[in-house]
């Protein structure tokens, strides 16, 4: 893999996806967001680190749990994002949250600087995790809590992909690695495989655990316009013109196969908190 040009185009597809991301109308970043942070539990004045903060899902409700005394920084590899966020915290006059552009895995902070980092559905975009972890852990002061959200993959697919979905976008995807590798790390293809990994680094108290999220549509077509803030956006913008609405229709087609016959369309989907702490 090249890593580099990997980053490059990472940053590229949700610099696209920036303005519609977590906007479509489906529940999905936004109450994942708030149930880790519910777990990683912030306490007034603690200065937090969100990485990948997109569009705020983990950021605000961290803000919420710090108040005012605290201070919440969020970083994320799409300027676009960045530029969004910001102006949302400015618009709800959170004067202690600061957002930049910043690669999740060359983070640039003092040492024991922060009480929580946090990282909602970004780790599993960094080429070298779970490794690159470790530089977390200085950053964190000592008995300071390191949180984040995985998917938990069927054979390589997030479970908000149905594998017939896949098929009709997969010819679409650019040259480069195979988008379902991601879903087959060894390290994190358990909760004991995480759970050790994280051990290995230096991380003490690590939990794991898997937790059920029902993503819930109005109808198959808005999976599609849900999709397009995800990484399968990369798949979408390479559909030329006179190929999108056949493909539209199929997309739709068997993501309505999943419903049995609802006028709604539910997709279970196993979300994987995982909480760890640096030593005292």
Same mark, same amino acid.
């Given at each position: ?16 996806? @920036? ?31 969100? #990485? %990948? ?15 005012? =005394?605290?201070?919440? #920084? ?18 709800? %006059?959170?004067?202690? *949250?600061?957002?930049? *552009?910043?690669? %999740? ?6 040492? !024991?600087?922060?009480?929580? #980092?946090?990282?909602?559905? &970004? ?15 200085? +950053? ?24 017939? =979905?896949?098929? #009709?976008? /997969?010819?679409?995807?650019? @040259? ?6 991601? %879903? =087959? ?7 004991? &495989? =995480? ?8 991380? !003490? ?5 898997? /937790? ?5 549509? !109005? !109808? ?14 990369? @798949?979408?913008?390479?559909?030329? /013109? ?6 539209? &229709?199929?997309?739709? /087609?068997?993501?309505?196969?999943? @419903?049995?016959?609802? &006028?709604?369309?539910? +997709? ?13």
């Amino acid at each position: 893999m090249n890593v580099t040009r990997h980053k490059r185009a990472i940053g590229a597809v949700f610099n696209k996806a @920036a303005a519609e991301f977590d906007q479509s109308g489906v529940p999905f970043f936004t109450p994942i967001g708030r149930r880790l942070i519910e777990i990683a539990a912030p306490r007034p004045g603690e200065r937090v680190l969100d #990485v %990948g903060c997109g569009r705020g899902s983990c950021l605000f409700p961290a803000r919420d749990g710090v108040g005012p =005394t605290g201070e919440v #920084v969020g970083i994320d590899i799409s300027a676009a994002m960045v530029r969004l966020t910001s102006a949302e915290a400015l618009r709800r %006059g959170h004067t202690n *949250v600061t957002v930049q *552009v910043m690669d %999740g895995e060359d983070p640039r902070f003092p040492r !024991d600087h922060f009480d929580l #980092v946090v990282a909602g559905f &970004s780790i599993m975009h960094m080429p070298h995790a779970p490794a690159v972890l470790a530089e977390y852990l200085p +950053l964190l002061k000592p008995g300071g809590r390191f949180c984040f959200t995985d998917l938990v993959d069927d054979e390589g697919l997030p479970p908000f992909v149905p594998p017939a =979905t896949f098929a #009709v976008l /997969e010819p679409y995807f650019p @040259a480069g690695p195979n988008p379902r590798e991601r %879903g =087959t790390d060894s390290w994190s293809s358990t909760v004991e &495989s =995480t759970v050790e990994a994280l051990t290995a680094l230096g991380f !003490d108290a690590v939990r794991a655990e898997d /937790e059920i999220f029902p993503m819930v549509l !109005d !109808d198959a077509d808005q999976w599609a316009d849900w999709s397009m803030s995800t990484g399968l956006r990369a @798949a979408w913008d390479r559909i030329p /013109e006179a190929e999108r609405g056949r493909v539209r &229709s199929r997309v739709a /087609e068997t993501v309505r196969a999943t @419903a049995g016959g609802a &006028s709604t369309v539910t +997709l279970a989907v196993p979300v994987r908190y995982v909480r760890a702490r640096r030593p005292y």
